[in-house]
């Protein structure tokens, strides 16, 4: 006969009742609900913070594009200052704020047009993933400004990095999962001394 105190506990019992006191137990619910629902939270905070931070940039390159235009139609801008890559540095310099040093991507196309009628032809596609300007008399990016009077278009165009992986499926619309920003103005120069 045996002493002790303790009552047997047969092992086909204890195996019954394991998966009704694990499933029963609501100590852990809290944290696997966390962990479910984290990862779903944090690419919404991801998409929500990339799509602002490129309207931003959209919105400082038109307002950039703007003011340069202004200077260039009111002749504080004259044609002999805008030799080499001097406009494209001046508007690289006031990006610099949301894009990286040097503005890689950064495009510009100044020129003059006979009428506005002319100008509104122009225009521009993406192909292959890359811009290509149409309705031009040339399709490459040159800046050749018109004197007093004339009438001019400016056109920047910036290739904007798509950085959330998940995101660039759907924004990205050119070559290397970066998407396109775009800014114009047209105007007709004021009467200045060339």
Known sequence: ?????????????????????????????????????????????????????????????????????????????????????????????????????????????????PTFADAATAGFKIAGGEIVLTGTPTTTFTVTPGLAESKNMLRVFYKWPVMTDFLAKSMANLNDGNTLHFASAIWQNEPFDD
């Open 1 to 113: 006969m045996s002493t002790d105190p303790r009552p047997e506990i047969s092992k086909g019992k204890a195996g019954r009742k394991f998966p009704r006191r694990f499933f029963g137990d609501r100590r852990g619910s809290t944290a696997i609900e966390f962990a479910m629902l984290a990862l779903p939270f944090a690419l919404l905070v991801f998409a929500i913070l990339e799509s602002c931070i490129s309207f931003a940039g959209q919105e400082v390159m038109a307002n950039v594009t703007d003011d340069v235009a202004r200077q260039l139609r009111t002749g504080q801008l004259k044609q002999a200052d805008m030799t080499g890559t001097k406009l494209r540095d001046m508007i690289c310099s006031r990006l610099e704020i949301v894009v990286a040093k040097t503005c890689p991507g950064l495009l510009v196309d100044l020129r003059e047009y």
